[in-house]
């Protein structure tokens, strides 16, 4: 696609629901990454694809969160039990290869409000 | 291990004025730098980038030089407008993704 597209765009649930959030990265990028960006604070790295495997999972911060990605496409972010903690946007970018030096697209975000 | 760190925010300023915005880092060798922007309700974007030594980024009016003597990319533009209301992030190339600036808060007042 032309850019990257998060769905939903805004969640609202209540504690104890699980939910999945969606990637759809740029056709072609190979690297895919997860952030979490809670209010007024910078950005929280969760996880890195490199097409569907994922090197680097030290950001998920605890067994609630996990995320999986097919096809080298979409991705999928799953928190199971939410938290009121876990309210925060969640952020997806892609990039053409695993160089950090790749500029990053970012889609608009998926905002989950916990109640 | 690598680092980022930025100016805390907010920065307020008057419309025309001149922006500074202090970024530093801590890297081995010499890796790329990059300022993203975010403005309210929108996506990250790349402003600029600079990949080695005294190279400048610029774009949309804001510049900055990649100074390895003082290890720094500060963020400067001569005038800024209500517009450029946003935040900012300084980042660096890490290994196989960006290791990112706490984000400095820009608020430009007509």
């Known amino acids: 696609g032309a850019g990257v597209s998060q769905s939903p765009s805004n969640k609202v649930t209540e504690k104890g629901k699980d939910v999945e959030l969606r990637c759809d990265p740029i056709s072609g990028h190979t690297a895919l990454y997860w952030y979490r960006q809670s209010l007024g604070q910078g950005l929280e790295f969760l996880i890195y694809?490199?097409?569907?495997?994922?090197?680097?999972k030290s950001g998920l911060p605890s067994d609630r969160f996990s995320a999986e990605r097919t096809g080298g496409s979409v991705s999928t972010l799953t928190i199971q039990r939410t938290q009121q903690e876990d309210s925060a946007v969640y952020l997806c970018?892609?990039?053409?290869?695993?160089?950090?030096?790749?500029?990053?697209?970012f889609g608009a975000g998926s905002r989950l409000t916990v109640l | 291990g690598d680092s980022v760190t930025q100016m805390e925010g907010p920065v307020t300023l008057s419309e025309e004025a001149f922006l500074t915005i202090n970024c530093t880092y801590t890297?081995?060798?010499?890796?790329?730098l990059f300022w993203y922007v975010q403005y309210p309700g929108e996506g990250l974007q790349l402003l600029l980038k600079?990949?080695?030594a005294d190279d400048k980024g610029s774009n949309k009016g804001f510049e900055a030089t990649y100074r390895k003597e003082t290890t720094s990319f500060h963020l400067e533009k001569g005038s800024v407008q209500v517009s450029d209301s946003a935040v900012y992030f300084c980042a660096l190339e890490g290994n196989y993704q960006l290791i990112w600036g706490a984000g400095t808060k820009l608020i430009i007042k007509p």
């Open positions: 600079a990949t080695k």
């Open positions: 970018a892609s990039s053409l290869g695993r160089s950090g030096a790749n500029v990053l697209t």
């Open positions: 694809f490199q097409g569907n495997s994922a090197p680097d």
């Open positions: 890297a081995t060798g010499y890796p790329s």
